[in-house]
């Protein structure tokens, strides 16, 4: 992309090659190759500088000595950082759309926990929802944030920012729109549901229908696109069995955590708590995305993010309004130092 920028039906030559990132496009603007003749791959990097800022504004000491959701993410935030620290040396997509998601849920929560009531912030952290979908299609179900100040802005009669809000995110998704449709003919490769173009160049929707299929089935942990068709039943033992012992662990709790969110669903609306909302849209849109990234192509690089933060946001919120007979903090701090003990001996 650096040097040829993008060439017309690309992905003819090769189908990955029709993959398209906005991830690959920043990586290539900000390589600073011209200090030494080679491509540096920053990008990824300093995007997880920004993460780790955020997480360790949990052991701020002029914050409250409590134990807040948010914190609990920026907690995972350090685990996933302290696993892909050796591992950045390329441009890939998976590493700026977890980061991306997880930096949106943390100041999204710190949004709800001081009762945040404009729709600004909400805003403009949906326009960075948008740019995750340009990152990658796993994270596509993230727009559903875009519900929070959408409501609010029509709520309000805000008709001139509705169409600002409206054309920064066309602005923001059409160069990744515009880019599909150059590299491989299709607006959303490799999935043929939307069939405008008829160019010379464009890739047969029997290629790129086998490539979705392919896509799916490689996130099943197979390599035969044969088992495209295999159901759920017969697929799912093998690919848990694939799992390592954490994120089997993280799958419990996310299945789980499912259902009781649908329980906290279900209370809230039975008693109207109506100060529950912001939390059951957060919580619920994460709880989507997981299911989407699971039961479509449910690679752990492609969604960890999703597995991860559903049992937090459920599990974590159920802890918080658990029992006031106990130090809470204090628990926190000892669950917190194990964690990162642990996690630390791992990563050494």
């Given at each position: 992309?650096?040097?040829?920028?993008?060439?017309?039906?690309?992905?003819?030559?090769?189908?990955?090659?029709?993959?398209n990132?906005a991830?690959?496009?920043?990586?290539?603007l900000?390589?600073?190759?011209?200090?030494g003749?080679?491509?540096?791959?920053?990008?990824?990097?300093?995007l997880a500088?920004?993460?780790?800022?955020?997480c360790?504004?949990?052991?701020n000491?002029?914050r409250?000595h409590?134990?807040?959701?948010?914190d609990?993410?920026r907690?995972l935030?350090?685990?996933?950082?302290?696993?892909?620290?050796?591992?950045?040396?390329?441009?890939?997509?998976?590493?700026f759309?977890?980061?991306?998601?997880?930096?949106?849920?943390?100041?999204w929560?710190?949004?709800?926990?001081?009762?945040?009531?404009?729709?600004?912030?909400?805003?403009l952290?949906s326009?960075?929802?948008?740019?995750?979908?340009?990152?990658?299609?796993?994270?596509?179900?993230?727009l559903?944030l875009?519900?929070?100040?959408?409501?609010?802005?029509?709520?309000?009669?805000?008709?001139?920012?509705?169409?600002?809000?409206?054309?920064?995110g066309?602005?923001?998704?059409?160069?990744?729109l515009?880019?599909?449709?150059?590299?491989s003919?299709?607006?959303?490769y490799?999935?043929?549901?939307?069939?405008?173009?008829?160019?010379?160049?464009?890739?047969?929707?029997?290629?790129?229908?086998?490539d979705?299929?392919?896509?799916?089935v490689?996130g099943?942990?197979?390599?035969?696109?044969?088992?495209?068709d295999?159901?759920?039943?017969?697929?799912l033992?093998?690919w848990i069995?694939?799992?390592d012992?954490?994120?089997?662990l993280?799958?419990?709790m996310?299945?789980?955590?499912?259902?009781?969110?649908l329980v906290?669903?279900?209370?809230?609306?039975?008693?109207?708590?109506?100060?529950?909302?912001?939390?059951?849209?957060?919580?619920?849109?994460?709880?989507?995305?997981?299911?989407?990234?699971?039961l479509s192509?449910?690679?752990?690089?492609?969604?960890?993010?999703f597995?991860w933060l559903?049992?937090?946001?459920?599990?974590?919120?159920?802890?918080?309004?658990?029992?006031?007979h106990?130090?809470?903090?204090?628990?926190?701090?000892?669950?917190?130092?194990?964690?990162?003990?642990?996690?630390?001996?791992?990563?050494?």
């Amino acid at each position: 992309i650096e040097e040829y920028g993008i060439v017309p039906g690309l992905g003819n030559l090769h189908s990955r090659l029709a993959y398209n990132s906005a991830a690959f496009a920043l990586s290539a603007l900000y390589s600073m190759s011209f200090m030494g003749g080679q491509s540096y791959h920053c990008c990824a990097g300093f995007l997880a500088f920004l993460l780790a800022m955020v997480c360790v504004e949990a052991f701020n000491k002029t914050r409250a000595h409590k134990p807040l959701l948010s914190d609990f993410v920026r907690i995972l935030g350090i685990y996933y950082l302290l696993i892909i620290f050796d591992e950045m040396v390329s441009p890939a997509s998976d590493y700026f759309m977890v980061l991306l998601v997880f930096f949106i849920v943390i100041r999204w929560l710190e949004l709800i926990e001081r009762k945040e009531r404009s729709y600004l912030p909400y805003g403009l952290l949906s326009l960075l929802c948008v740019v995750v979908l340009t990152v990658k299609l796993s994270g596509a179900l993230i727009l559903l944030l875009v519900l929070k100040p959408a409501i609010v802005m029509v709520q309000e009669k805000k008709g001139k920012e509705i169409a600002k809000f409206l054309g920064l995110g066309i602005f923001t998704i059409a160069p990744f729109l515009i880019r599909n449709v150059i590299l491989s003919g299709w607006l959303i490769y490799p999935f043929t549901f939307v069939d405008l173009f008829s160019f010379d160049f464009k890739i047969p929707k029997g290629m790129a229908d086998y490539d979705a299929r392919e896509i799916q089935v490689w996130g099943r942990g197979f390599s035969d696109v044969g088992r495209y068709d295999d159901p759920l039943i017969k697929w799912l033992p093998e690919w848990i069995h694939n799992l390592d012992n954490t994120n089997k662990l993280f799958l419990v709790m996310a299945i789980g955590g499912t259902y009781l969110f649908l329980v906290l669903l279900i209370y809230a609306l039975v008693k109207k708590r109506k100060d529950m909302v912001d939390y059951l849209h957060l919580t619920g849109t994460i709880t989507v995305c997981f299911w989407f990234w699971f039961l479509s192509a449910p690679l752990i690089r492609y969604g960890c993010v999703f597995l991860w933060l559903l049992p937090v946001l459920v599990w974590g919120c159920l802890y918080l309004k658990g029992s006031p007979h106990f130090d809470r903090f204090r628990i926190y701090k000892i669950l917190v130092i194990l964690f990162l003990v642990y996690k630390l001996g791992a990563f050494g």
